[in-house]
């Protein structure tokens, strides 16, 4: 296993920081999905991978804040 991928080896000040960055990253990927499509002219392959890495982001994200903010139904 990756040890700088392995979430449950980072520090809570790590994963935060982490996390913005992730947070930063999918609004850009989101604003250049918008700026491509309205140029209606865009490479669809070219699309797809930035909703791709835009929906990676999404999870990533989403695992960060499960491991910041866990469950306390248990």
Partial sequence: ???QN???MKTEDVLRYELEVFRQEHRDLDDAI???QATGT???ITLQ???K???QLKDKIAQIED???PDIIA
Wanted: charged share 40%; no cysteine; glycine share 0%.
């Fill in 1 to 3: 296993m990756n040890a």
């Fill in 6 to 8: 392995d979430l449950s």
């Fill in 34 to 36: 918008r700026a491509l």
């Fill in 42 to 44: 865009f490479d669809q």
């Fill in 49 to 51: 991978r930035l909703k």
């Fill in 53 to 55: 890495k835009k929906l």
């Fill in 67 to 69: 491991r910041l903010l």
